[in-house]
């Protein structure tokens, strides 16, 4: 079958680093997409990763290695308003996507 | 604004009533696609459209239909709302690339009693 796995919730404080960790095992692979889910909000698009490597995107910044399944999210300088859930999901050999259960993130000042 | 409209916000429906819930979007993309959210769920597809006049099943189709006459519409309706359809409904619409990212609307949150 296949599968996302993400850590349920994970806690940090204000101004530091945080790396969300995302393993994967899918048919086939096309990509993965992270977004950011406010409380009670939609997702929004964050990054997307279909060759191995760190993409850097201001303070998000997103690595993929296709050899591992193995993707992270990493914020830097962590505002309080990143306090969310982040969702990991993967494009599959048919370009459907496979999404985990997402992460809760909670910032502490 | 441009993006993705969903209504009604909220609704309680009573089991074994029917319920469309409505989704229009204004970016032109020919995709769209409803998921449902629960919790420690990631999200599942109920159904897509790839293209206006076409729809296809999702992960979890039964008890949805839905129907894309036009680009901007595709509204999903339980025929006969059951409680295990409790849930927080999004509408998605991407472009015709498949890498593309989608954009979500802000949500249905539907309770079945």
């Known amino acids: 079958g296949q599968n996302i796995d993400q850590p349920t919730e994970m806690t940090a404080t204000e101004g530091a680093i945080v790396q969300i960790n995302c393993t994967y095992q899918?048919?086939?692979?096309?990509?993965l997409f992270w977004y950011q889910q406010h409380a009670g909000e939609a997702p929004t698009f964050l990054s997307y990763?279909?060759l191995d490597g760190l993409e850097e995107k201001g303070r998000f910044s997103s690595f993929l290695s296709r050899s591992k399944g193995y993707s992270y999210l990493l914020l830097k300088e962590l505002q309080m308003k990143d306090s969310a859930s982040y969702l990991c999901?993967?494009?599959?050999?048919?370009?459907?996507?496979?999404w985990g259960a997402g992460t809760k993130l909670i910032i502490k000042p | 604004i441009a993006g993705i409209t969903q209504a009604p916000t909220s609704q309680i429906l009573a089991a074994g009533r029917r319920m469309t819930l409505r989704c229009t979007q204004d970016?032109?993309?020919?995709?769209m696609y409803w998921y449902r959210q629960d919790l420690g769920l990631g999200l599942r597809l109920i159904h897509y459209?790839?293209?206006?006049?076409?729809?296809g099943k999702g992960e979890v189709p039964d008890g949805y239909s839905v129907s894309r006459a036009n680009t901007d519409d595709f509204p999903l309706t339980l025929a006969s709302a059951v409680p295990s359809q409790t849930s927080v409904y999004f509408c998605?619409?991407?472009?015709?690339?498949?890498?593309?990212?989608?954009?979500f609307g802000n949500g249905t949150r539907l309770t079945v009693t």
């Open positions: 998605a619409s991407s472009d015709v690339q498949h890498n593309s990212p989608l954009h």
């Open positions: 970016m032109r993309h020919n995709a």
């Open positions: 459209s790839n293209t206006a006049g076409t729809t």
């Open positions: 899918t048919s086939g692979f096309n990509g």
């Open positions: 990763n279909v």
């Open positions: 999901a993967v494009l599959d050999s048919n370009y459907q996507l496979i």
